[in-house]
DNA sequence: GGCCATGCCGCAAACGGTTACAGACACGCG
DNA sequence: CGCGTGTCTGTAACCGTTTGCGGCATGGCC
């Protein structure tokens, strides 16, 4: 205790103008406390098995000397990163870029770093599942956000260790947060079929640009359903796909607008794409909600601001739920792959009424 | 070259069923190619000073017992990470989301690896500095995405060999890319001003959520100074704040457009804000590019949309020219920080027009 | 034929922590 | 007083790469 003084005494850290001099590294500090190297580690990972007085002279020391542990070399040590992995299509799309930021949020809150990999397509991917296997140690744990993995390549990647959560698929190897799509297609399918409307376009989204093909295709089957409810079939030529921008979104509406017999009313995979047959609405000089209603999926931020009427996710909320299955997964103890399905919900705004007359 | 077919006979890696059980390491392929380790790590890297015959030999044998390196484990003996760490304020606003996207793209090509996190006040802008120093070893470089650093904290950075590129704040101890925001809200008053507009509304950004003050600041002189050349001076309770968020931005907007002596046009610091303002005024009924001119800055993808007038930033061009910094300022040899200034670009649409007579 | 340059390759020492194991010490109890 | 128990601490063996340096052929040249 005596030479406790002599260590931590300042406020603050000497400035000690290093330029990158001699970086401080674990046995200075064990030198300057006096104690051994492993007791330094304990001291500064908040382990038991160290004296009070004993740990707070370390961490004094260690703050004296700016001492910053070198990641690389504790992550060697450990066998453990602190870091996950997320994958997204595409970074700049508004749901990848909430859900990133929610599940960030959380992450960073529970002493994790968040390494973001665009992967937009199945080479990229498969490559990312190669690059993030646990014997790599680039990652602890990975999350798939709209990034289908089949069958056997997730049970694959479980079996070498890998630990992995999936948003917006569902696999029985993996933990995944979904919503159901079905529902959604069915849905937003119903309301335009209340509203009287017959001739209802769906805009889907292309296979070749997603890698998960299942939320299309269990949104067109919504939309199959509830016309099968309804007792009708429909035209099949008013179905299309474009990917999710709203610029090749618009450029399919354009077309399929013009058509001889077009749509009264469009479906959309998500509020980009509704976006983009507004423009080609505004484009024709048809009044949305009049000559055209339209529906999307999202609840994007600006659907509100052009009065979009659509099936709303909570995206923040996936994301969180994402973190906890995380959290949970990267415990010691091994539990069996969760599922949870968040709800959906309609929200009514402008862009839908009945069908004009012709 | 005999036993080569041993090793390297079948197109694919055997299955190999690992279960985690034993990974496969640098010895293993070593042994298995009946080399060093030494060569194996400077075969797989593609470095010099190893016969083709061997390096195809060892490429073959790795390929065959699926070996993947540890990367702790050579980031550690290397001193470098591959890894760029980038501070957003916030991950899911548009503007950073779309940078991200850009800046991932090209550092991936490139062979590194993204680390995000979001950093939105300074207390986490502390934190964040701590903890990406050289010194830990987390990442090799730094970019601050509208995250702002003074003087002092930057050279002090730069001193402990930090290595860090700036988007959209200068500081002389950086690397920088920006824009000249003077010019924006210039530009964008101008607008207004040749219009008709006597009574422009300004609304700012929170200088407490934004941690680069500069950005509203040389904005709102902008504004100023399109004022002061046509001779006027604006009334400062047309002035308001908040955060880029629409929300927050209609509530505001509708305070102040329900003032007495309310403004008949107004320029916001983003499009966001801008939409926010849009929608105060369908609040109020009244109708954008006419009761109320708006002009944003952005150029955001929805702005398109709904016809705002906006100051277009390339913001992909933004990252891409970040990366360019960044990759040159990861060579051995130093250089001293350069300073790249984009282009803005003045998009006129439907949002703006004369004021109404009252 | 000797010598030097050159190209490949291996040995072994880092890199900077973590942690199993064992030692030291104090204490309480029979 | 001996012994078990429990707490704190140190010793040293890893963790899995990278890389400086030296060795050994080989080939060309004088």
Known sequence: MADLGEASL???PVAQAAGAGSPVRIGDVARAAEVSTATVSRALRGLPHVATETRQRVLAVAAELDYRPNLPAARLAAGTTNTIAVAVPDPAAWFNATMVGALGREMTAAGYDLLLSGVANLDERQRFIELNGVRSGRSDAVVLVDVALDEAAAEAFVAQGGRAVSVGFRTKALSSVTIDNVAVGSDATQLLLRHGHRRIGLLSLDSGDSLNFSIPAHRAQG????????????DPALRVSTS???AEARRAAHALLQSAERPSAMFAMCDEQAFGIMLAARDL?????EDLSVVGVDDHDQSRLVGLTTVRQHVARQGTVAAELLLRMLQPSVEPPQHVQLDTELIIRDSV???SVD
Chains 1, 2 share one sequence.
Do not use: D, F, K, V
């Open 353 to 355: 009424g009945p069908p």
């Open 10 to 12: 300042a406020g603050r």
């Open 244 to 246: 999710n921008s709203w």
């Open 285 to 289: 000089e048809l009044c949305i909600g």
């Open 223 to 234: 939309y199959e359903q509830a016309h099968a409810e309804a007792g009708l079939t429909p």
